[in-house]
């Protein structure tokens, strides 16, 4: 039988709260903030003592901030001042032509041919994560969103940085914890738009992870440099960490700088990795609350994963429609800010220099005008034909535009193969008495992991 499952999520405040609340709320958890009328209206302009926001969830306009008129919307200063803390040189964070510079030379290793080669790499790590819990103790308890985070940094170590990161898994995780804990708070200092020098609140944690990964990094490219030195371009690994190193802008000839390839490093073993987990995270707890869902992606994958794989992920229909889902309920970037630079109009709103225009695509995938029912799991809504009427850009997981995340189709590949072969083989049910609560750090994940009892399904 068919169940309704409305997953864990703050219910919209009645009206915007004031000034005093509205800060604490942001520093706890941002996803609190927001009021009924953002979910119910296409744009929405609101006024605060130290800026004017235009809250944009009417895909028409969309559109005009991020592909039209992109070049006239810019990152905003604090979304800039935060990323800039570690990220200051990579693609995430850089404007202009230092962004253009770097996303044509990164652009080649994220192409579909060389995404689909990794598919039996990526299913190899899914088995050795399967080992490891055919090891666990009767009925034992393992906290998921962690294991994930271990998962899909060894991902990136065995496909886009082949010979491993050169650390502790479980340190790096930690380091990585501390390093999105402190980055993702938003701070009156940051809204007040107070300069870099000013002490803020976490600071010292940020320092002390950023120190660990430039040890980290620095050795990842000594050891990659030493190996480049003793073959010829066509021994060379060819992955991203080669890239970086070796390969210059094809328009311009130029290569990327040092601080840039540290910064680039740091990019994709964070943001690289974190997305993926969570999204894989909240999949498995949507589908260990669905059982109907659970045994239609267990079928599918019975055939799939058994079966022939070459055109492994297009069989994973129903398992993608999932992760899609689980997208749309749970972005990994819940929200996206830009600044336009001159006088502009977006609907019938005027905006002018230093407005701060706001996409949330936590909001925008919850709206009441564009998704049927938008609070409960269905992800059906991914399946032909119901996905033909999303509206464009309706749906932003990864973005869109010119600053799309360019390794959009890495992570959905990932994600789906992985949470196939979990599900082949595993029974994954929310350990008892565990309560599940979205918060908005950076990234958006449970904010007391997600512990789950894993038992290896009986006949598999």
């Not at 009417?58 to 200063?77: G, Q």
């Not at 799309?404 to 029974?427: D, M, N």
Request: glycine share 6%.
């Amino acid at each position: 039988m068919r169940t309704v499952f409305r997953p864990p999520a703050p219910t919209p405040l009645p009206t915007m709260p004031g000034l005093v609340q509205l800060l604490r709320t942001l520093h706890r958890n941002p996803l609190e903030c927001w009021s009924k009328e953002f979910f119910e209206q296409p744009i929405v302009r609101i006024r605060l003592p130290f800026l004017e926001a235009v809250l944009v969830h009417d895909p028409v306009a969309i559109k005009h901030v991020l592909v039209d008129n992109a070049e006239s919307y810019r990152k905003d200063p604090i979304q800039r001042r935060i990323l800039a803390a570690g990220l200051g040189d990579g693609l995430l964070s850089v404007e202009g032509q230092q962004w253009e510079l770097q996303r044509r030379t990164l652009a080649p290793l994220f192409a579909r041919r060389t995404v689909s080669s990794f598919s039996d790499v990526m299913l190899r790590v899914a088995d050795a994560l399967c080992d490891r819990w055919r090891g666990l103790k009767a009925h034992g308890t393992v906290d998921v969103a962690q294991e994930f985070t271990l998962l899909t940094l060894n991902m990136l170590a065995v496909t886009i940085f082949s010979d491993g990161i050169g650390s502790d898994f479980n340190a790096f995780s930690a380091a990585m914890n501390d390093y999105f804990d402190a980055l993702g708070r938003i701070g009156v200092l940051d809204l007040l738009g107070a300069p870099d020098y000013v002490p803020r609140p976490g600071r010292k944690r940020l320092r002390k992870a950023l120190a660990y990964f430039e040890e980290v990094i620095d050795e990842i490219i000594a050891v990659r440099r030493r190996r480049l030195d003793r073959v010829n371009d066509t021994e060379a690994p060819n992955d991203l960490l080669t890239l970086l190193l070796r390969v210059p802008d094809p328009a311009t000839g130029r290569p990327l700088s040092p601080k840039e390839v540290r910064a680039n490093i740091l990019t994709f073993l964070s943001a690289g990795h974190e997305t993926t987990a969570n999204a894989l995270t909240w999949a498995t707890f949507l589908l260990s609350q669905s059982p109907h869902w659970y045994e239609r992606v267990r079928a599918e994958a019975d055939v799939a994963l058994d079966g022939d794989r070459n055109g492994l992920l297009e069989q994973l229909v129903l398992t993608r429609a999932v992760i899609e889902e689980a997208l749309r309920l749970y972005p990994s970037i819940a929200a996206l800010s830009r600044v336009p630079e001159c006088t502009d109009a977006i609907g019938e709103i005027n905006v002018h220099p230093g407005s701060l225009i706001v996409i949330a695509p936590y909001v925008l995938h919850r709206h009441r005008c564009l998704w049927n029912e938008p609070d409960l799991f269905d992800p059906a809504r991914f399946l032909a034909p119901a996905r033909t009427g999303i509206p464009r850009y309706a749906y932003l997981p990864f973005g869109a535009g010119p600053r799309t995340c360019i390794g959009s189709s890495f992570a959905l590949q990932e994600a789906t193969l992985v949470l196939a072969k979990l599900v082949q083989q595993f029974e994954m049910q929310l350990a008892p008495a565990t309560k599940v609560w979205p918060v908005q750090k950076i990234t958006l994940r449970p904010a007391n992991g997600l512990p789950m009892r894993i038992t290896p399904r009986s006949n598999a």
